[in-house]
């Protein structure tokens, strides 16, 4: 490994910085090719700075033009300046300006961090750490400072300028350039600033604040695309709304504009009063988005705004912290969504995406608090553990307190740390002070690593009516934290009698706090109920109460049950899966299942297809049986994924063969004729639809095949086309190649769609699908710097493809990695990213786990790695 990865930095080590920054003026000259920045820092030693102390600024990949100091030269002899850093050595013990200037290249900089070009664009990225791409500066989160930035360019090129804040100037200079100043009068981190100069169309609005003042609202994207903003638009106005409804949370500036860009690392950036976003995150229409795409924009429009006030008016100390604005934040559009939608339905896609990403994250090498203690590469901790986690976390303490107790937290949180670049402890502190309990024991849950397991038992005794639960919980070691400690764990929960209702007792023992919450705090705890006439069924963490594996000894009987009667929809969602995975997890053991196994699952499911009460978007998901690597992840050890899916499938098969007709018949139900919307009611009935569909294809069903096929070339929304054909694809049926080609063609010129047909490719399981990438890695016209293209491609292939992925020939395992060589070449953040596939490597039977570290270990020794991946490499393998 590279020297630079043995480099750590530790929470303990934090110290305030010895200078602050009291004003930030910018003035940015963009260029065709060069851009110059100058930048007026108005510098003040904190009180205690021992006078003489240094001044140091971070920097990466600058060079230095020009120094000055309060308006006169700096001698040589008083600085030093290289690509990382530019140091005064004897500042002086009063406010002074330093005045820098640099020059960039923004068409260069392929790492799409700092300040850079995106298809003619000039924007920014700065979060975590991009700010020092741009300028010197003291580069954390707890420096903050009011930006005034001017901006200038050729107005043919770009005439549109933004940055943070209000535009409080512009006008045209005479060299045919033109100029914008904008003042952000709130101090904040540099990793809030951004600026976009360029070409853009744009969509206007207005919101009217609950104190009645005007907000213009504004959507920036390339030219002809406007039309496929308003949804983003849509989004952004009933964020501002819920916020204030929800949370008493007004928007501030008079401005807040959203900018689509074609080239960014991630989702978007939550930067002050100017949002930047991927793309793939504002452009919506009918007939190139899905559903999924609907929700996905107008969840992330709401985060990013949510981020306004947990985030940018409250931000973190350090990066250490960086879950008390995302975890917070998360949780916060959950909320939105669910409030927008259907709660049931948002909950159950949040614990998919949670078992999905975060469980297998905190049982592996990668495994950290959501509140780390260490990092070498902050970039690499925008985890789903910092993220999904931290929004569980911020859920259990609103479960705990109950929302009106939460609120009362929230509303102290903002009062108190309005302006504050602050910590996880003083965020519990004002739950504690607001509510009058004490939370220490459950700020665990930001320290410790790895997910509880909750072990649970029970009794009934008839002649005392005498019912027991007893709950245990241990959590296994992670990486540097070998002793766990008990977490306090808030169990929602029911006792369900033998007809189905709810069933009361007369007096509880233990921990039950009302009717139905009880709290796990030790290593283990029984709870008793007395005056129970029956033995009943339990319904325990209903809503997912806390993020932990559940180990029961139910049987499929009590777990079917459940799925018909148990009134918290989670859990009759919950115990299907339950019952599948079961049926397969033992299959895979050797263990086959009867035909009345199946027989008693697909009644379970024909009854909740078929219910009058129950909503399609929930329909749809109770037909989804556990997906492969959820399996794989409950199998643990010795994993065969080819065997799992062998299994699955034919599980599906069998179901199908049941469940055809209620399937055909929830297929034709719900058609519909009605124009598109992308309203949650509408977007159920597909998502059933659509589920229904990919059952009969998958399942083999007599005219499956062809019915993916008629509805794929009959279709008058992407929805509907593109899940007839992933449909086709993941049957692989006999004109699914035909399809996909066909689709190729047909949408070559919308990147967005051709995205999905990147990952429909990647996802092929039959042999050749390796051939199949690499031939489109290989065509010169494919945008190899492009991080949507690459992750839609080989991100899917290796997250989503499992049995190809880990073949037992370690095909799979060598082009994933050597990918990640060439790719860490231009972009460390992607190349980092596609090889988070890997950690589950050492679950695989023996074959595959020595392919696996045969293909690490080659990517390790070839060296000249970016400390992103090396970070990322070193603790997979070391594990
Ligand atoms: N805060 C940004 C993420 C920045 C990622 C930097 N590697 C978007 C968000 O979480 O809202
Ligand atoms: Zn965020």
Redesign the pocket.
């Known amino acids: 490994m590279r020297t630079e990865t043995e480099h750590t930095i530790y929470l303990k080590d934090y110290a305030a910085s010895p200078y602050a920054i009291d004003k930030v003026e910018l003035d940015v000259k963009i260029g065709p090719v060069t851009s110059r920045i100058r930048a007026l820092l108005t510098i003040t030693p904190r009180t205690g700075t021992e006078p003489g102390t240094p001044l140091v600024l971070d920097g990466d990949e600058l060079k230095l033009d020009s120094i000055a100091m309060d308006g006169g030269p700096l001698p040589l002899t008083a600085y030093a300046a290289s690509a990382t850093t530019l140091t005064v050595s004897e500042p002086p013990a009063r406010t002074f300006v330093l005045e820098t200037e640099v020059t960039l290249e923004p068409e260069k900089n392929v790492k799409l961090m700092g300040f850079y070009r995106s298809g003619g664009t000039w924007c920014t ?1 700065c ?2 750490e991009g700010f020092r791409r741009i300028t010197y500066y003291l580069d954390r989160p707890d420096v903050l400072a009011p930006f005034k930035v001017t901006m200038s360019a050729d107005k043919a090129l770009a005439p549109v300028l933004l940055a943070n804040g209000n535009l409080i100037d512009s006008g045209d200079l005479e060299d045919g350039t033109h100029f914008a100043v904008w003042e952000d009068p709130f101090p904040k981190p540099a990793y809030l600033f951004a600026m976009v100069a360029g070409d853009l169309g744009s969509i206007h609005d207005e919101f009217t604040t609950m104190s009645g003042r005007k907000v213009a609202l504004g959507v920036y994207a390339a030219h002809g695309k406007q039309d496929e903003c308003l949804w983003a638009m849509d989004s952004l106005k009933r964020s501002m709304a819920w916020d204030e409804r929800r949370f008493g949370r007004e928007y501030d500036l008079d401005v807040f504009n959203i900018v689509a860009v074609s080239d960014f ?6 930067n002050k009063g100017l949002n930047i976003f991927n793309d793939k995150l504002v452009f919506v229409k009918p007939d190139s988005a899905t559903d999924d795409d609907y929700y996905n924009v107008e969840r992330v429009i709401a ?2 705004y949510f ?1 306004n006030w947990t ?1 940018d008016r409250i931000t973190c100390r350090d990066w250490f912290q960086l879950c008390l ?2 975890g917070l ?1 998360v949780y916060r559009d959950q909320e939105f969504t669910s409030d927008e939608r259907s709660r049931a339905v948002k909950r159950i896609d949040d614990v998919k995406t949670l078992r999905a990403s975060q469980f297998p994250e905190d049982g592996g090498p990668l495994a950290h608090p959501a509140r780390p203690d260490r990092y070498k590469e902050i ?1 690499n901790f ?1 985890t789903a553990t910092v ?1 999904e986690k931290g929004a569980e976390i911020v859920r259990m303490l609103a479960t705990l307190l109950g929302e009106a107790g939460f609120r009362k937290g929230m509303d102290l949180y903002f009062e108190r740390h309005d302006g504050d670049a602050t910590t996880i402890e003083a965020f519990i502190k004002v739950f504690e002070d607001a509510n009058g309990v004490d939370l220490q024991h459950f700020q665990t849950w930001y320290l410790q690593a790895g997910t509880p397991e909750v072990t649970i038992a029970d009794s009934y005794d008839a002649a005392s009516q005498t019912y027991k639960l007893t709950l245990s919980q241990r959590t296994a070691p992670t990486p540097g934290q070998d002793a766990k400690v008990a977490l306090p764990i808030p169990v929602k929960f029911g006792l369900i009698g033998p007809n189905g209702s709810p069933m009361s007792w007369s007096s509880a023992s233990g921990d039950v706090r009302g009717d139905d919450m009880l709290v796990l705090e030790g290593a283990s705890a029984t709870f008793e109920f007395k005056g129970v006439p029956n033995k009943p069924v339990p319904s325990l963490f209903r809503e997912f109460s806390a993020p932990v594996r559940i180990v029961s000894a139910a049987t499929q009987a009590d777990r079917l049950f459940l799925a018909r009667h148990d009134s918290d929809p989670f859990n009759r969602w919950q115990s299907l899966q339950d019952v599948a995975e079961a049926l397969i997890v033992d299959a895979v053991a050797g263990r086959v299942w009867s035909a009345a196994d199946v027989t008693a699952l697909a009644e379970a499911l024909e009854d909740t297809v078929t219910s009058k009460s129950l909503d399609p978007s929930f329909k749809a998901l109770a037909l989804g049986l556990p997906p492969e690597q959820l399996l794989a992840r409950t199998i643990g050890t010795n994993v065969d994924p080819d065997s799992i899916r062998a299994v699955r499938l034919k599980l599906v098969g069998e179901l199908v063969a049941h469940l055809a007709p209620a399937l055909t018949a929830a297929y034709k139900e719900n058609r519909s004729t009605a124009a598109f919307s992308p309203d949650a009611a509408q977007a159920g009935q597909r998502a059933l639809k659509n589920q229904a569909l990919a059952l009969l294809v998958v399942g083999g069903a007599a005219g499956g095949a062809q019915l993916a096929r008629e509805q794929y070339d009959g279709a008058t929304n992407m929805t509907d086309r593109f899940v007839a054909l992933s449909a086709a694809v993941q049957g692989w049926t006999g004109d699914a190649e035909a399809m996909l080609g066909h689709f190729r063609t047909m949408y070559t010129a919308d990147p967005l769609v051709f995205d999905k047909w990147l990952a429909l490719s990647a996802s092929v399981r039959a042999d050749g699908v390796i051939e199949r990438i690499r031939a489109i890695l290989a065509d010169p016209s494919f945008p190899a710097n492009n991080p949507n293209r690459l992750r839609s491609l080989v991100g899917s292939f290796a997250m989503g493809n499992t049995t190809q992925f880990a073949r037992a020939d370690g095909a799979g395992f060598r082009f994933v990695a050597e990918f990640v060589a060439d790719v860490d070449t231009r972009n460390p ?1 992607v190349a980092a990213r596609v090889l988070t596939a890997f950690p589950i490597w050492r679950s695989f039977e023996p074959v595959r786990m020595a392919a696996a570290e045969g293909a690490l270990t080659a990517l390790r020794d070839a060296g000249g790695l970016s400390r992103n991946t090396a970070d990322i490499l070193e603790r997979t393998l070391a594990g």
């Open positions: 990225q979060e975590p690392n991630f989702g978007a950036m939550e985060h990013e981020h985030g604005k995302e934040t970039n925008y993220y953040q």
